[in-house]
């Protein structure tokens, strides 16, 4: 499980992402620790999505990218805050872990996991889907270059299915 | 609730108050929140470093935030109004983990979402910001009320000494708009330009 988050941080490093804003989930766990421990990086903790979206506007404005990790719950938080991006045409990156489409214990994450895809394509983002380890590599580095090379918003969906199920007892 | 409400008749002139201010910070990179405070900036004196906003509510701060960490070597400053602030107030805590010396929010506060119609806002009602970012961790927090105050602030925001956060009391009054560009991809390509960044 670790392995592809592990290729993610390596991609966001080699595309000199220096913001790392999170508010955390457990796919991006590892992600986190790797970005929590990389000198060139800074891990910023939110208190909500949409925070994320403003800061990666203000590092790209001070010359620096950002990248945004949030789960699709988050995507909600953040609506009116693409309009700066959309608005601005500003890059923004952010890899999202889906919730609530695949072997799902929690029905309060359905409802956002079915609305992610669409309020990000409503907004104006560009949407890649993995559900494929081996597809992640890649994908995470052609919304590297799809963001900051043609200031675009981008967003990489995570899905459950790659990220396995949460163990919600024990044993289980 | 009544017995707490300001009536804040008897603040500073905004605009003013501003001016005082910015003249202080020559070398600030500028983040204005939506409304009354862009409009304040821009009647200051446009400039390439000054990036006004038009929506985003409660995005400033972040903004700001991002900003003052990819550029250390530059005082930041956010100057927005109480219920920008308000709605970002979780960015308060997001900041005061962070702590970058260079930035500074300053909140003019009339009590009043004064853009749609002069509604008071939580700050008139018994809610401190400089409490709030105080408790956020921030290095220093100030109340302003007098215009004596601004320059000092002005100076202190230049030197970069540590994240802050000011309060300076306005008087909730109508003054005439001064509207900046509201064209977002040329204020944000004029922007980076000042900071010498080309382009795409």
Redesign the interface.
Known sequence: MTEWQDRIFEVLKAGDV??VAYVPDAGHARLIERVEGAPEM?G?????E???????????????R?ALLMQSSGVGNCV??F??VS????PLLTLVTMRGEWAEFNPWQVPMAKATQAVLESMGFSVYRVTRADDVEETVQAAVDLAF???QAVAVLLSQRLIGRKSWLAGN | MAGRELTNQDGLDRRLASAKLLSGCPDA?V?AGLGSASYDLFAAGDRSAN?Y????????A??????????PRRPVLVLTGDGEQLM?M??L??IG??RPLNLAVVVLDNGRFAETGMQRSHTALGVSLPAVAAACSFAWTLDIGEMDALAPLGARIQAMQGCGLARIRIRAEEVPRALPSRD??W??NR??SA???PP?
């Open positions: 220096r913001q800074r910023i903790v939110l208190t909500t949409e925070e994320g979206v403003a800061l990666a506007c203000g590092a790209w404005l001070g010359g620096e950002a009116n805050m309009s700066l608005n601005c045409r500003f090379e043609s200031d | 990179l983040v990036f906003l038009w929506g985003a509510m409660g995005g400033a972040a903004i700001g935030l991002g900003l003052a960490l990819a550029q970002g979780g960015a805590a997001t983990v962070q977002g991809v204020l944000k922007f980076r900071l010498g960044f795409m």
